[in-house]
């Protein structure tokens, strides 16, 4: 651990060098009041023009049409109909996929089975999988 004076040292050698560049953190102005950079020669005030002549000036292109109004009516059918052709088109698409796995038959033929041995008056489970008797086992030594 520093010696407590050691460190003190090295602060007021810091307050120093500050000292030396200047004053940090004060204003030199009144305070507020900020100097704005002056215009540029030749720059005068003017008023923004209107956002329909802009546009009719410099008009958005999608690349569906030369026409401006045609661009943006070709832009929004084509958005359209793309989103609607994915989302109805896509939704119907998953929806009638073929059965992956076979899952769904796995299910109906268990509970094929299931109701057929409940009806019969066997368990659900046997612990034998295959009949122990048709089994040829080796003899037992």
């Known amino acids: 651990m520093a010696a407590p004076g050691r460190s003190f040292g090295a602060f007021r050698s810091f307050r120093a060098l500050g000292a030396l ?15 704005l950079p002056p215009a540029p020669l030749g720059a005068e005030p ?5 956002m329909a002549a802009a546009q009719r000036k410099n008009p958005d292109f999608h690349g569906f049409s030369a026409d401006p109004g045609a661009d943006v009516t070709n832009m ?15 939704t119907l698409f998953l929806r009638y996929l073929p ?3 076979l899952q769904q038959w796995a299910r109906r033929e268990a509970e094929l089975r299931v109701r057929e041995r409940e ?23």
């Open 21 to 35: 560049r200047g004053t940090r953190g004060r204003s030199a102005g009144a305070a507020g009041a900020v100097a």
């Open 46 to 50: 003017h008023e923004e023009e209107p």
């Open 76 to 90: 929004r059918a084509a958005f359209f109909a793309g989103v609607s052709v994915t989302i109805v088109l896509g």
């Open 99 to 101: 059965d992956y796995g």
């Open 119 to 141: 009806s019969r008056g066997e368990p659900l489970l046997t612990p034998n999988y295959y009949d122990p008797a048709r089994l040829a086992l080796p003899p037992a030594s």
